[in-house]
T-cell receptor, first 114, second 116 residues
Framework: DTAVSQTPKYLVTQMGNDKSIKCEQN?????MYWYKQDSKKFLKIMFS???????INETVPNRFSPKSPDKAHLNLHINSLELGDSAVYFC?????????????FGPGTRLTVL | AQTVTQSQPEMSVQEAETVTLSCTYD???????LFWYKQPPSRQMILVIR??????QNATENRFSVNFQKAAKSFSLKISDSQLGDAAMYFC?????????????FGAGTILRVKS
């Protein structure tokens, strides 16, 4: 059973479109995250949710809107896609938001904006 | 804000040899965690090893060990008896023990190539 899963694994779309990436974890964790890995492989946190509440929002454009319908899911919706949004997006989860909790990453979604 | 620097964009090692990947970080905090993650071509992020700053003993996990120098803010990863499967991108990461939210701050990564 996959611990943190993301769909789709690959996403190719045109500039200006709206798209969503779904994430689910079956670990019973309280905290979920979205990280972005850009074309130079640099990884940076975008958002973090704890018990469905937003606790980290790292100066991400308003076009990015995370939604957590329940503790096991954290979806990422992106409006008006731009070329610079092309990246790999990783979902992750941890038991809680405390520093000792290990973070488990999903397999990533490669988004290509044409 | 904390920063993590990996000064080696690429490293090569012969199979069965030992290689050390460098990482330095900048923080004003005294309590934090440091990590090494491996990202193979499959792009899955795999935790290799974790170090808690308040523990003086260097962490080890089988062939992987770290040299943690708190005063120097240095956290290098040593891979012994390198195997072809070790070829990957390696990321050093920092996490504050003081901030709520469990945020990882990553370095730019080091590509490790293993020669047979």
């Amino acid at each position: 059973d996959t611990a943190v899963s993301q769909t789709p694994k690959y996403l190719v779309t045109q500039m200006g479109n709206d798209k969503s990436i779904k994430c689910e974890q079956n670990l019973g964790h309280d905290t979920m995250y979205w990280y972005k890995q850009d074309s130079k492989k640099f990884l940076k946190i975008m958002f973090s949710y704890n018990n469905k509440e937003l606790i980290i929002n790292e100066t991400v454009p308003n076009r990015f809107s995370p939604k957590s319908p329940d503790k096991a899911h954290l979806n990422l919706h992106i409006n008006s896609l731009e070329l610079g949004d092309s990246a790999v997006y990783f979902c992750a989860s941890s038991q809680d938001a405390l520093a000792g909790a290990l973070i488990y990453f999903g397999p990533g979604t490669r988004l290509t904006v044409l | 804000a904390q920063t993590v620097t990996q000064s080696q964009p690429e490293m090569s090692v012969q199979e069965a040899e030992t290689v050390t990947l460098s990482c330095t970080y900048d923080t004003s905090e005294s309590d934090y965690y440091l990590f090494w993650y491996k990202q193979p071509p499959s792009r899955q992020m795999i935790l290799v090893i974790r170090q808690e700053a308040y523990k003086q003993q260097n962490a080890t996990e089988n062939r992987f060990s770290v040299n943690f120098q708190k005063a120097a803010k240095s956290f290098s990863l040593k891979i012994s008896d390198s195997q072809l499967g070790d070829a990957a991108m390696y990321f050093c990461a920092y996490r504050s023990a003081m901030e709520y939210g469990n945020k990882l701050v990553f370095g730019a990564g080091t590509i490790l190539r293993v020669k047979s």
